[in-house]
């Protein structure tokens, strides 16, 4: 695509701790409050006739409060990106949108907090250039695909109580108009509730979710509990092995009819096609945030498309911010699976942008304002905010 050039003005970073409606629990860890961190880009565009103009744009970082889904946490993630990530990027100087992830790839690991600086500067210039970031995706993609203008909306629901407390909670979401539900599994929280919900609903697109979980767990045993929700129709089951443990995944897609998913250990796009080439997972997790960046995302898109691989676009209980790139993300054609793409008041009363609704028909629309394409809501972002810090590109 062409794009004019841009000169980053500075960063700020923003820590903020966003209250949630409840507690959400699972085997990456439980979440009561969102503590997490953005970033606000602040951009000059220049090689426009008239002169420069000033845009902002807003990342979010997908990192949780503790280090229990990777590596990664809000207060690692503020640290990296205030010494290494922010520096790296004030002195490559990229003018163009596509070369943040060059920039900031000296630095390893840390993929969300990348992921959060390369969103906040992608909103800032598309708001600049007044295009909507799901039609750069689409732009993007090897094929020239189209975005499309709605998602299918998905919820995951985390560790319940009992198998009482999970109905009653897939109720109220099947009620809301979900027509697809991920539960949180682990060998301790099994098959009853699995078997009790698909008993009910029959029809609903149905899919659990490990988080590694059964790896703590001799691998025959995790093979017999899990040959028990073989039997469900799950639309497929996610992470139910160690991250490193690509091996054990291939032999369960062997042992399973359940396609297997994986979320954790999908870092790149060659950590991908790894992961393929071994058989390891019939069906792909993309997050933007796990892999570094949403414009890998795209990629890892292609690649799935052009293996026949289905993909569908994962969550982190993230705010209206992350939640809007990601259903840009998903609006590409081959996330032919519904994600963990839930209405903003999913997990919180006062979200941090303007809604991104359910709709009657089970779908999210896909904002097709400039950037991000819903607004944020600053005042919100102050009122939650804890700690800031604004890293002028000049010093
Ligand atoms: O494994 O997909 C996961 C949330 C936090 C950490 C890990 C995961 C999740 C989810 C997504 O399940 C929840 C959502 O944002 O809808
Ligand atoms: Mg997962």
């Given at each position: 695509m062409d794009e004019p050039p841009y000169e980053l003005v500075g960063v700020e970073l923003i820590r903020v701790l966003v209250p949630m409606k409840g507690r959400w629990s699972s085997h990456a860890g439980e979440l009561s409050e969102r503590d997490s961190l953005l970033a606000r880009a602040v951009i000059s565009c220049r090689g426009e006739p008239g002169g420069a103009s000033e845009a902002e744009g807003w990342g979010e970082c997908?990192?949780?409060?503790?280090?229990?889904?990777?590596?990664?946490y809000t207060a690692g993630a503020i640290a990296v990106c205030q010494a290494h990530l922010v520096p790296a990027l004030f002195r490559a100087?990229?003018?163009?949108?596509?070369e943040v992830q060059g920039a900031l790839a000296?630095?390893?690991?840390n993929n969300m907090a990348k992921a959060c600086l390369e969103l906040a500067i992608l909103d800032a210039g598309l708001r600049a250039l007044g295009r909507p970031i799901a039609q750069y995706f689409a732009g993007l993609t090897e094929r020239g695909d189209q975005s499309r203008s709605s998602v299918p909306a998905g919820v995951s629901v985390g560790l319940a109580g009992s198998v009482g407390q999970l109905l009653d909670e897939v109720e109220y979401w099947v009620e809301a108009g979900y027509r697809r539900v991920k539960l949180k599994i682990g060998p301790w929280h099994d098959v009853k509730g699995v078997a009790a919900v698909r008993r009910r609903w029959p029809e609903l697109v149905l899919c659990a979710d490990?988080?590694?979980?059964?790896?703590?767990?001799?691998f025959g045993q995790a093979v017999d509990l899990l040959s028990a929700l073989?039997?469900?129709?799950?639309a497929y089951l996610e992470q139910?092995?160690?991250?490193?443990d690509l091996l054990g995944h291939a032999e369960l897609a062997r042992r399973l009819e359940t396609p297997i998913c994986l979320d954790e250990?999908?870092?790149s796009l060659r950590a991908v096609e790894t992961a393929l080439d071994a058989g390891a997972c019939d069906v792909v997790n993309v997050k933007g945030g796990r892999l570094g960046g949403y414009i890998e995302a795209v990629r890892v898109h292609d690649l799935c498309a052009k293996r026949g691989v289905p993909v569908w676009c994962g969550g982190?209980?993230?705010?209206?911010i992350a939640r809007a790139a990601n259903v840009a993300l998903a609006s590409?054609?081959?996330?032919?699976l519904a994600g963990d793409l839930s209405a903003t008041g999913r997990f919180f009363?006062?979200?941090?942008?303007g809604p991104l609704p359910l709709r009657r028909d089970g779908t999210i629309a896909v904002p097709?304002?400039?950037?991000?394409?819903v607004p944020v809501d600053t005042g919100a972002v102050s009122a939650f905010s804890t700690w800031r810090l604004w890293c002028p590109a000049n010093k």
């Open positions: 997908a990192a949780l409060p503790e280090p229990t889904y990777n590596g990664e100087r990229p003018g163009q949108l596509s000296p630095v390893k690991g490990a988080n590694g979980s059964y790896s703590g767990i001799p073989d039997v469900l129709g799950l139910p092995l160690a991250d490193d250990p999908l870092t982190m209980v993230e705010t209206g590409l054609p081959n996330f032919s009363e006062k979200d941090l942008t097709d304002g400039p950037g991000l394409g």
